[in-house]
């Protein structure tokens, strides 16, 4: 079984940055990819960013490229979200996750309905 914390959320003001962190514990993770997604009140848990478990490849949500970038240090099993300008908008609650892709591009399988594990989401929240 694999846990996954989530670390790094907080008050920002618009503009500003914020870098989250996702330690995986329990399992090994070599063929997992991995990803942040997010959910804002009352909207749906959308992708954020996923980063292949094979060669880095990476995706990003298209309102927030440019913005934020996603990374890996697999020696302490953790991944990165480097978010930078970020906008109210950008207020959600960030989960952390973790997925096979099997034959698959991660860009294809960075999605709320391909994930095998969650962390339990830390809050993000831009505000003046």
């Known amino acids: 079984q694999l846990q996954l914390v989530e670390s790094g959320g907080g008050l920002v003001q618009p503009g500003g940055s914020l870098r989250l962190s996702c330690a995986a514990s329990?399992?090994?993770?070599?063929?997992?990819?991995r990803g942040w997604f997010r959910q804002a009140p009352g909207k749906e848990r959308e992708a954020v960013s996923c980063?292949?478990?094979?060669?880095?490849?990476?995706v990003y949500a298209d309102s927030v490229k440019g913005r934020f970038l996603i990374s890996r240090d697999r020696a302490k099993k953790t991944v990165y979200l480097q978010m930078n300008s970020l906008k109210p908008e950008d207020t959600a609650v960030y989960y952390c996750?973790?997925?096979?892709?099997?034959?698959?591009?991660?860009?294809?399988?960075?999605?709320?309905?391909?994930?095998?594990?969650w962390g339990k989401g830390t809050l993000v929240t831009v505000s003046a």
């Open positions: 980063i292949s478990s094979s060669d880095n490849s990476t």
């Open positions: 996750a973790a997925f096979g892709t099997g034959r698959f591009p991660v860009q294809r399988m960075c999605a709320p309905n391909n994930i095998d594990y």
């Open positions: 329990g399992a090994t993770l070599d063929y997992y990819a």
